[in-house]
């Protein structure tokens, strides 16, 4: 009977583990089929390389065994894919792979490197639309937005295969005869490069083609919510390199959290860092390299403003700033947050933008007709209801929008608000969210100065036909900020001038222009040709 009683007992243990066993099959198959990727509406996914568990690792080979994290769709809050971040001995691995890769790079000469670069470029013209398809996916932009992000990419490798050619510094004259007195630039060595999520692709390649152009490798970790763009572009960058035959290490990628990117910050052998992202966490990354001496090139906020004249072309004025607000879901960092209206247009602006919002297609993202889609997270639909809040207290009035859409996904409507003081707290907060604050003033001196009264320094413009206001603006008492237009919108900058903003706004610059001094160290050279040892200014020493 005990063994008939041990038996049945037996029987029915290996009963209830294998139905346990197929239960746990049954809940992956489901969550394996409820994987967008695994749809056959988003099978161009595989196109990029990426499938349901993605390897969050590139130093050269694949790895990841840290946290596994999901990515998820901003449209419907629907399951993309996964991706398994870096431990941080997997970080300490490919810093060092990283740094021999250097010493192979840093032996090839600029042209060659620029040349590179040039095929890097290439390869992301191939895969544009694809690849602009997945940032509208997984961040959330529309689909023409998505692919200019990843032509961004492309504009800078052509403008750094130019620059592979251009590179250099001058010879000085000096006072001493016989002697040449120049300037050497040399490649900082390992650039580390921290982006955000709302441009998941272009922050990254305006970094990295200019810093490979002038000789350094790089090692790159973009957003936790955007970690599948991180592994499409690094698979990219990386059949460059492996097709060259040159170490993989040169473009690095770690996917991960805070741990990942505090390592970056206080790592002595990460020559500069490059950090895109807010103002709070910009202050502890720059406070970290500060403290051990490193180089730091930070990319933070912006509380950027239009200003309209009484003389302001209104035809201009109206798409700017609509598009300037609203583009991106107001998730750029140039988004115009503050719209600064003359007295005497006033009304008749903003009767006339409030029409225009009504008049935005919103959609999924990439749908090709759609031209404002959700915001990046849940949280920031919460922090855009916190705000909406706090300037009703404080005395705005919404013109337009205010609430959150009935609709799957992250999706507010686009908010025009009035009423409020120039100095009001939520002016003055940079909340990444489609709420435009319209400011009504009376004269130039106090337009330009609500423009500079704002911590950050990003981007500014005015809208005008007086020429004279225009220099003013542009002038010592006109704008603070990096960016300083006329007549066009806060957002859409060329990558062919330096990118970046001064105050909290962290006072860095990237991409074009002489940005790429900031990825190089400077050497001032003197070569004593002749016989004699003359000293400078004059001094004797016999």
């Not at 690792?57 to 840290?66: A, D, K, P, R, T």
């Not at 035959?245 to 690095?252: E, F, K, R, T, V």
């Not at 500079?452 to 704008?479: A, H």
Request: proline share 5%; aromatic share 8%.
């Amino acid at each position: 009977m005990q063994r008939c009683f041990t038996l049945t007992l037996a029987w029915h243990s290996r009963l209830l583990l294998r139905n346990k066993f197929a239960s746990v099959r049954c809940h992956q198959s489901a969550a394996m089929s409820s994987l967008l990727i695994n749809q056959p509406k988003y099978s161009w996914l595989k196109e990029l390389g990426l499938s349901e568990d993605n390897l969050g690792v590139y130093n050269g080979s694949w790895g990841g065994s840290g946290e596994v994290i999901t990515s998820y769709c901003p449209a419907n809050n629907e399951p993309i894919a996964r991706v398994t971040q870096a431990t941080l001995a997997e970080y300490e691995d490919t810093v060092q792979k990283a740094r021999e890769a250097w010493k192979v790079w840093a032996d090839i000469p600029a042209p060659k490197r620029g040349e590179i670069v040039r095929q890097i470029g290439d390869a992301l013209r191939k895969k544009i639309k694809v690849l602009g398809s997945l940032v509208s996916l997984e961040m959330g932009k529309i689909y023409v937005e998505g692919v200019g992000e990843v032509q961004e990419y492309v504009d800078v490798c052509d403008y750094a295969v130019g620059l592979s050619r251009m590179i250099g510094g001058p010879i000085l004259p000096s006072e001493r005869p016989g002697h040449a007195l120049l300037e050497q630039w040399n490649p900082v060595g390992l650039v580390g490069i921290i982006t955000a999520f709302n441009f998941p692709v272009a922050v990254y390649g305006w970094n990295n083609a200019i810093a490979l152009t002038c000789g350094n490798v790089c090692l790159w970790k973009g957003a936790p919510t955007t970690p599948l763009t991180s592994v499409a572009v690094t698979k990219i960058v990386a059949e460059v390199l492996e097709q060259n035959n040159l170490p993989g290490a040169i473009c690095s990628m770690t996917c991960g959290g805070a741990d990942i990117g505090t390592a970056m910050a206080k790592d002595e052998r990460v020559d500069l860092l490059s950090f895109t992202g807010s103002t709070h966490v910009g202050k502890l990354v720059a406070m970290m390299v500060q403290e051990r001496f490193g180089r730091k090139l930070l990319e933070l906020g912006g509380n950027n403003a239009i200003i309209v004249f009484e003389d302001a072309d209104l035809n201009l004025v109206v798409p700017s700033a609509v598009f300037a607000s609203v583009g991106t879901a107001g998730q750029r960092c140039t988004t115009t947050r503050r719209l600064m209206l003359h007295e005497s247009v006033h009304d008749k602006v903003v009767e006339r933008i409030a029409k225009a919002y009504k008049q935005v297609r919103i959609g999924d993202p990439w749908d090709p007709s759609t031209l404002y889609g959700p915001l990046h997270t849940k949280q920031a639909v919460e922090q855009y209801l916190a705000a909406i809040e706090q300037a009703k207290q404080q005395g705005g009035t919404i013109v337009c929008g205010g609430k959150v859409m009935d609709r799957p996904g992250n999706y507010v409507e686009p908010t025009i608000i009035t009423g409020l003081p120039h100095n009001a707290p939520i002016v003055h907060t940079e909340t990444f969210v489609p709420i435009l604050y319209v400011l009504k003033f009376k004269t130039e001196e106090e337009a330009f100065a609500w423009n500079n009264e704002v911590k950050q320094g990003l981007s500014s413009s005015i809208f005008t036909k007086d020429m004279g206001r225009v220099f003013r603006w542009m002038g010592p008492k006109g704008s603070d900020c990096g960016i300083v237009n006329v007549n066009i919108p806060t957002s859409g900058a060329e990558i062919g001038g330096a990118f970046g903003g001064e105050k909290h706004t962290g006072g860095g610059r990237e991409s074009g222009s002489d940005s790429w001094k900031q990825y190089m160290r400077r050497s001032t050279c003197t070569i004593n040709y002749s016989k004699d040892l003359p000293l400078a200014q004059g001094i004797k020493f016999e």
